[in-house]
């Protein structure tokens, strides 16, 4: 389906855009505005990555674990934690999977995208519909998608914003570098 | 934004045409407010992926709409199976994993949905007319649907796909869109040899190559020498066949998210330039050389050399058509396979019983090759633990096997193929890729 891009976000390893900041050093008051694509609301740990993912063939359905070796978040699980992607690729059984792992209780407690993604909102969509049980989905723009490499938890609130409660997270772009290196 | 509903679609989505319908109607509007369409659209038929087992909740969801009394409004084929029926017990599928697969395609059939379980259904299906608005699931068939047969259909992901079909309605978005179809990436064929027009596996390695370059774009093919339409060109101009523009296409879907390319002078949508691009320039441009396609032919093999032993020949993906069967019936004729090589075949029912008719399983069958229809290597769990080394003729076996199997896997033409298979070990003629 059409996918609807601010701009597409930088390759990972692109040059930081300022300093490296400590963990924890965020203000307190960091708040993103993006697009509530399916509204909801989350709180958790943010996996964060600038690759895009097919969940067919790169998320397991039993487990939350991304499964795609060539992905830099290979081995990480993201069950209940907050999942940013830039997009999905490849093959459109992402939404099958994707709702697979909701009904298995393995899926991301939301999912922060860079522009909407109609496969991911399909599958949340369907999820609400079957299970009552929607996965928040918001689009950001491209600048502001990266600015969540530096976030750690986050809260994503029904009207498309997403807070950094404190920095450090869990990246497939720069700390998490070597499940990326094997 | 709000989707402007006729009479018609809120009345489904008030109920009255069963919660079945409700369901699907529901879904539809709101994927409609994702996507921005302002209203939707008729239908006049449908192509479902959705059929395919994934888990449980692919089979709640297929059963809650056929259980709430949804059916198909449109003519509507399906897509491969989990099972092949009739055969699914001589491979290594798990009972446990075929009979909730076997449950999901029944629902789909109460749906009103025919039996047709092929990834190609043009190759024997009444085929959408030039400009027809469809909601194809399936990359493969959506791409060979809108560039080769110029009919109109967005990429439809799995559990839409159905929705649109109970409903006929799709929202009004995307490549359902003339503006949307538009070329955007032009690649330029004019550097390449004539040599390559000889070679079958050109436009797979071809298809693998711009899918990887053109992303989600739409590219433009041309500049290579193209024997015109009535035959009476000089030998050796190029004349794809379906079968080369389904492997092109199936390709670009694989490597890339191409739902849609044009070809100067070849496709329906581009008889020239200008109208391929609708007047603009092109976003970018790319140049074929023969050394980056042989790159990308040797890209599609995967922890396989030549000489090295092998396994199992697949073929069919997308599935085998006729004509194809005709090809490779014609290639092992009074030939035998290698003892310890097997040699498999995925199609659909209907192009097996006219395959069957036609006389060209006979060969085959001579041969040692098996034939599995409605599914496919991919979407079934049929191999066993002792097949690790495939070759294949498709660049989609190529390039899915080694992620979602984990085999090994060697990249030839269908000719490469057959010697492999009678040889038993990979056997590759380099002839038409080596400067």
Redesign the interface.
């Known amino acids: 389906?059409?996918?609807?891009t601010f701009g597409a976000p930088e390759p990972d390893g692109a040059p930081e855009p300022d300093g490296a900041r400590e963990p924890g050093d965020l203000p307190e008051s960091v708040v993103l505005t993006g697009q509530s694509?399916v509204p909801g609301t989350a709180e958790a740990a943010l996996l964060y990555t600038t690759e895009p993912l097919s969940f067919w063939?790169g998320y397991d359905?039993d487990t939350g674990r991304i499964i795609?070796?060539?992905h830099p978040l290979a081995g990480r699980n993201a069950a209940g934690l907050i999942l940013a992607i830039p997009a999905t690729?490849?093959?459109?059984?992402?939404?099958?999977?994707l709702?697979?792992s909701?009904?298995?209780g393995t899926a991301p407690a939301a999912i922060v995208t860079a522009g909407?993604d109609?496969?991911l909102?399909?599958?949340s969509?369907?999820a609400s519909?079957?299970y009552g049980r929607p996965i928040p989905i918001i689009a950001l723009v491209a600048a502001d998608y990266r600015r969540l490499r530096t976030a750690g938890h986050v809260r994503v609130t029904d009207v498309g914003q997403v807070e950094f409660v404190s920095g450090s997270g869990v990246s497939g772009s720069r700390a998490a570098r070597p499940a990326r290196r094997r | 934004m709000r989707v402007t509903l006729s009479d018609a679609d809120r009345g489904t989505l008030a109920g009255e045409r069963g919660e079945g319908a409700r369901?699907a109607m529901?879904?539809l509007v709101?994927?409609a407010e994702?996507?921005?369409a302002e209203t939707l659209l008729d239908i006049t038929a449908a192509h479902i992926?959705?059929s395919?087992y994934?888990?449980?909740?692919?089979l709640?969801?297929a059963e809650?709409l056929a259980d709430g009394g949804a059916r198909v409004q449109v003519p509507t084929t399906l897509n491969v199976s989990g099972v092949d029926v009739g055969g699914w017990r001589e491979w290594d599928v798990p009972a446990d994993w075929a009979e909730p697969a076997r449950r999901q395609m029944d629902a789909y059939e109460r749906m009103g949905c025919a039996p047709t379980w092929t990834c190609a259904p043009y190759q024997t299906e009444r085929r959408p007319e030039f400009g027809e608005q469809v909601a194809w699931?399936?990359?493969s068939a959506v791409v060979f649907a809108n560039s080769v047969l110029g009919a109109r259909t967005?990429?439809?992901?799995?559990?839409?796909d159905i929705c649109c079909a109970v409903t006929g309605r799709a929202p009004a978005?995307?490549?359902h869109l003339r503006h949307?179809r538009r070329g955007q990436l032009l690649v330029d064929l004019s550097r390449l040899p004539a040599r390559l027009a000889r070679d079958p596996s050109f436009f797979p390695v071809l298809g693998h190559w711009i899918g990887a370059r053109a992303g989600?774009r739409i590219p433009v093919l041309d500049g290579f020498a193209l024997a015109p339409r009535d035959r009476t060109g000089p030998a050796g101009t190029l004349d794809p066949s379906e079968d080369d523009l389904k492997a092109l296409g199936a390709a670009m879907a694989?490597s890339g998210?191409v739902a849609l390319f044009h070809w100067i002078g070849l496709t329906p949508e581009a008889p020239d330039l200008d109208t391929a691009f609708q007047g603009a320039a092109p976003e970018s441009a790319i140049r074929a050389t023969l050394a980056e396609l042989a790159r990308a032919r040797d890209d599609l093999g995967s922890g396989l050399a030549d000489d090295d032993g092998l396994d199992l020949v697949v073929l069919g993906s997308p599935h085998f058509s006729l004509a194809e069967f005709a090809a490779l019936a014609r290639l092992v004729a009074g030939q035998r396979r290698h003892p310890e090589v097997r040699l498999l075949i995925t199609t659909g029912r209907a192009v097996r019983a006219l395959a069957e008719r036609a006389g060209y399983l006979d060969a085959l069958d001579a041969f040692g090759a098996e034939l599995t229809v409605d599914t496919c290597i991919l979407t079934t769990p049929m191999l066993p633990a002792e097949i690790r080394r495939l070759m294949t003729n498709s660049a989609k076996y190529a390039y899915?096997a080694p992620?979602?199997l984990e085999r090994a896997v060697a990249f030839g033409s269908l000719a490469d193929c057959v010697a492999s298979a009678i040889a038993g070990r990979v056997v590759r003629d380099d002839q038409a890729w080596t400067a």
């Open positions: 389906m059409t996918r609807r694509v063939g359905p795609d070796r060539r690729r490849g093959s459109s059984t992402t939404t099958a999977v709702l697979e909701v009904r298995n909407s109609p496969v909102a399909l599958a969509v369907v519909e079957m | 369901l529901s879904i709101r994927m994702v996507v921005g992926d959705s395919l994934q888990g449980p909740s692919t709640e969801f809650r699931g399936e990359s967005e990429r439809y992901p799995d559990l839409m978005a995307g490549l949307n989600e694989s998210a899915y992620g979602l």
